[in-house]
């Protein structure tokens, strides 16, 4: 009976082992797929969820305007983004990073239309093998038809696009948030001079988990990795210049703006009015939101004006009425006495 009791709990115990739900299997197995790479980023479900972003934009807004900003990676702020040029240990650039995580399919990248704006819907996603062979870069396929580059393979953008979006909540406040990014490639032919070619949008709400665990430098004085990627971009640590901004014409400065002087003319402009709309939220006097002085202003316009007292006439002084004649009463004659 001991012998029957004792099979009994091994085969208990066997079952419950083998009874693991499939999706936790397949989770353990990608991730151990996953961690063969060194330069791959992973993120479990759990911490996806439990991450989230520190500018998320509320759908319905008071007030909004997009600026498109270019990155010069040769400027000494932008450098978080090209560094290290090829992976260094477990540190790798942003391109890097992002590719190795489309090729993953575990972020999606978008095409980037001629008409220079981001579309993030299904029908405008990027064919990777499409955009490789578009940019030479070298790949090979395994029997599962996952694509694999060697790092040394990976180009190096020097430049980037950057999409912000600059609005007003439903409480007036004023905030600014990265809503997209597009790495660029500068290639020239025959020594002119380089031509900008963009790669593929990204939308940064998907890649913002991956970049909060990702840490980079950002100064040359100070050699730690000391920020995250998405503190990064969310603290505004880059400097870029505006290249378009979100009209109804959708014409970027270059079209009318004929020279280099009018060009830097117009981004100051642009700059400045976004200062100005910033700085003119609040009355320092009251420290009353625009929105709500409007408010009161149009309140009080609605209220039918009083109407204005009309002056009183001077008072006419009144005449007094002469006395009659006093009369005797002793004899019969009459005597008439003014006063």
């Not at 909004?64 to 010069?72: G, H, K, M, N, S």
């Not at 190795?100 to 399919?105: A, F, K, S, V």
């Not at 703006?257 to 100051?268: G, L, V």
Request: contains cysteine; glycine residues 2%; charged residues 30%.
């Amino acid at each position: 009976m001991r012998k029957i009791g004792f099979l009994l709990l091994i085969l208990t115990a066997a079952v419950s082992v083998n009874a693991q739900p499939a999706r936790r299997l397949q989770e353990q197995q990608a991730q151990k797929e996953a961690e063969k790479s060194p330069t791959a980023v992973t993120i479990s479900e759990r911490a996806r969820s439990q991450y989230t972003a520190q500018t998320s934009m509320p759908t319905e807004v008071t007030w909004r305007r997009d600026i498109y900003r270019e990155l010069d990676l040769k400027k000494e702020k932008n450098a978080a983004l090209y560094y290290p040029e090829q992976p260094l240990g477990d540190r790798v650039n942003f391109f890097t990073l992002v590719l190795n995580l489309i090729l993953d399919g575990k972020i999606k990248a978008y095409e980037y239309r001629l008409d220079g704006n981001e579309l993030f819907t299904a029908d405008n996603e990027l064919d990777i093998e499409n955009m490789l062979d578009k940019f030479y870069i070298y790949y090979t396929k395994d029997d599962k038809g996952k694509y694999k580059i060697e790092p040394t393979d990976i180009p190096c953008p020097e430049k980037y696009y950057i999409k912000e979006s600059n609005y007003l909540d439903q409480l007036s406040n004023y905030k600014t948030k990265v809503t997209a990014i597009c790495p660029v490639l500068m290639q020239s032919d025959f020594g002119e001079k380089p031509t900008a070619y963009p790669m593929f949008w990204l939308n940064y709400d998907e890649i913002s988990p991956y970049l909060g665990q990702t840490q980079v430098m950002t100064s040359s004085y100070n050699n730690t990795s000391n920020m995250s990627l998405d503190d990064y971009f969310v603290m505004r640590q880059y400097d870029g210049d505006i290249y378009k901004t979100s009209n109804l014409r959708n014409q970027p400065l270059s079209e009318y703006c004929e020279t280099d002087s009018a060009m830097q003319a117009e981004r100051a402009r642009i700059e400045k009015q976004l200062t100005d709309f910033q700085n003119g939220l609040w009355s320092e006097s009251d420290d009353v939101a625009p929105a709500t002085a409007n408010a009161k202003a149009a309140a009080q316009d609605k209220k039918p004006a009083k109407e204005a007292k009309q002056p009183k006439e001077p008072k006419q002084p009144k005449e007094k009425a002469p006395r009659a004649p006093r009369q005797s009463s002793s004899s019969g004659e009459r005597i008439s006495v003014h006063r």
